[in-house]
């Protein structure tokens, strides 16, 4: 089943802005909508963003999300060490009639 | 508030079944839908299929179809995941998911439920 691509891995600085991609296809986030994941070792995953932009309550304004054509964006601003975490995108594909995500995007904080 | 709670960890052998279930509460179960997703050790989410509880009605992963079985009991607002002819490369973290208003996939997560597939 075909899958969205993310970067395996971001490394960024303290206090620094990190902004992690995601790209599918015209199925899938060019028309679905996107949604964001963020998953410490150990823990289920958090939504961040769903339907490419909007933002759960209880998320920090750090984070920021968008969406151009088939690629979806996670932009975390001021990095914290709890930052620090896997990343995964995810959207509806309506020609699979199927879920599709990410490989992950490892975020490091320096 | 809104909960979704898994059955505990298993250990199957190959070619054996495992049924996980997720129990929710704190809101409509009919009103939102339910996916599963997997986590094998150290790899990434992978989409396993889901369910509308208000009608029963399924999709799954194409790759899983042919030994995956979601089904939901309303009387007791639980979805039920079985998944058949289990292989090592099943061993995984398996998630319950429910999708919120406005087609908030994963809005509310369970615990997570290990599930080992060993000889």
């Known amino acids: 089943q075909a899958g969205l691509a993310q970067p395996p891995s971001v490394s960024k600085g303290l206090r620094q802005t990190a902004t992690l991609t995601c790209t599918g296809n015209s199925n899938n986030v060019g028309n679905q909508g996107a949604a964001w994941l963020q998953q410490h070792q150990g823990h289920p995953p958090r939504l961040l963003f769903y339907m490419n932009n909007n933002r759960p309550s209880g998320i920090s304004e750090r984070f920021s999300a968008s969406r151009s054509g088939n690629t979806a964006s996670l932009t975390i601003t001021g990095l914290q060490p709890e930052d620090e975490a896997d990343y995964y995108c995810s959207a509806w594909d309506s020609s699979l009639s199927a879920r599709v995500f990410g490989g992950g995007t490892k975020l490091t904080v320096l | 508030q809104v909960h979704l709670v898994q059955s505990g960890a298993e250990v199957k052998k190959p070619g054996a079944s495992v049924k996980v279930s997720c129990k929710a509460s704190g809101y409509i179960f009919t009103g939102y839908y339910i996916h599963w997703v997997r986590q094998a050790p150290g790899q990434g989410l992978e989409w396993i299929g889901r369910i509308n509880p208000n009608n029963g009605a399924t999709n799954y992963a194409q790759n899983l179809q042919a030994r995956v079985t979601v089904t939901r009991d309303t009387s007791v607002s639980t979805v039920y995941m079985e998944l058949s002819r289990l292989r090592p490369a099943d061993t995984a973290v398996y998630y319950c998911?429910?999708?919120?208003?406005?087609?908030?996939?994963?809005?509310?997560w369970g615990q997570g439920t290990l599930v080992t597939v060993s000889s």
């Open positions: 998911a429910r999708v919120g208003l406005g087609g908030a996939f994963g809005d509310f």
